[in-house]
Every structure is written in C-alpha cells, then in structure tokens.
Nanobody
C-alpha cells in the first residue's frame, strides 16, 4: 500500500511562491508516475501536473504551464510542485497522487491514479 503525505501549503500573497512536497511510503516509488491535482471550492478536481517515474518527462495543464514546475527525487521518495507568480485563482486544496506500481507514464485524469494524499490548502490573497 502506498501512502502519500503532502506538505508546504499555506497563505501567500499574489505574486508569491510556494513549494509543495509529497512524501511517499514504500519501495515502488521509482516505478510510479506522479501527479498533482487541485480542487477549489464548488469546483471539480482538476489536473495540474504529472511526471514520469524516471523524472525525465513532465506534463502540465495549460493553466499552469510556465508558472508551476513538477519534479521528483526518487532517492527521497518525494515529488515536488514549485509554484511561482501565484494568483488568487490558484487557491485550492492541492492533492498529490500516484499511479499504480509499474505505471511510469504521465497521465492527466484522476482515474489513472489509485493513490492519493490528504491534500494541502493553498490560499493566495489579492
């Protein structure tokens, strides 16, 4: 069983930056693509970014391309989301998600991710 724990959320002013971290348990992390999703109040969960198991390829939602960067450190079983130039519309609960062991390719829909963290709140004030 893979467990994911996010950290790094908080309150930031518009234009600021935050780095989210997601620590994964288990020995299969390096075989699993990882993703970040977010859910704002009253809205559906939406894809933000994904990274292959090796870290060699990434995939972003158009809304965050050039603004957010996903990365991973397989030695630390951790995936990161660097968020720059934050806007009030980036306010949401951010979730880390993992694909099944052996599924190393990126994916942009929640049903490709069987493992989820509890979420971390990001609030951007104007």
């Amino acid at each position: 069983q893979v467990q994911l724990v996010e950290s790094g959320g908080g309150l930031v002013q518009a234009g600021g930056s935050l780095r989210l971290s997601c620590a994964a348990s288990g020995r299969t992390f390096s075989t699993q693509a990882m993703g970040w999703f977010r859910q704002a109040p009253g809205k559906e969960r939406e894809f933000v970014a994904s990274i292959t198991s090796s870290g060699g390829n990434t995939y972003y939602a158009d809304s965050v391309k050039g603004q957010f960067t996903i990365s991973r450190d397989n030695a630390k079983n951790t995936v990161y989301l660097q968020m720059n130039s934050l806007k009030p519309e980036d306010t949401a609960v951010y979730y880390c998600a993992a694909r099944a062991p052996g599924r190393g390719n990126v994916a942009g829909t929640p049903d490709n991710y069987p493992y989820w963290g509890q979420g971390t709140q990001v609030t951007v004030s104007s």
